[in-house]
Nanobody, 127 residues
């Protein structure tokens, strides 16, 4: 079955950087728009950023705009999330998700509209 595997999480001080990766297998990767979501304890899963199948369009939540960058390498079936200037409020489990490019719209902020999910990777930012 389809697998999405996140890596790169960890503990970092405020102001630091991390780069998350999400490798897809058993998926025709360039048929899917990809996204990152995050979920902090006691909170709902929230949209962070998305990238279209071609990589030409990217979308960001206001809370991460200017600090986070999403990218993808279709040859490696991998999507990345570069996180800079990290803040304690960025602490969460980060999930990658895949949504068929045939779905309506370039991306969605609604978790239920994604077809596949990874298991998540923990990011902890200390103050």
């Amino acid at each position: 079955q389809v697998q999405l595997g996140e890596s790169g999480g960890g503990l970092v001080q405020a102001g630091g950087s991390l780069r998350l990766s999400c490798a897809a297998s058993r998926l025709t990767f360039n048929n899917y728009n990809m996204a990152w979501f995050r979920q902090a304890p006691g909170k709902e899963r929230e949209f962070v950023t998305a990238i279209t199948w071609s990589g030409l369009s990217k979308f960001y939540a206001d809370s991460v705009k200017g600090r986070f960058t999403i990218s993808r390498d279709n040859a490696k079936n991998t999507v990345y999330l570069q996180m800079n200037s990290l803040k304690p409020e960025d602490t969460a489990v980060y999930y990658c998700a895949a949504r068929s490019k045939s779905s309506s719209g370039s991306y969605s902020k609604m978790p239920r509209e994604y077809d596949y999910w990874g298991q998540g990777t923990q990011v902890t930012v200390s103050s």
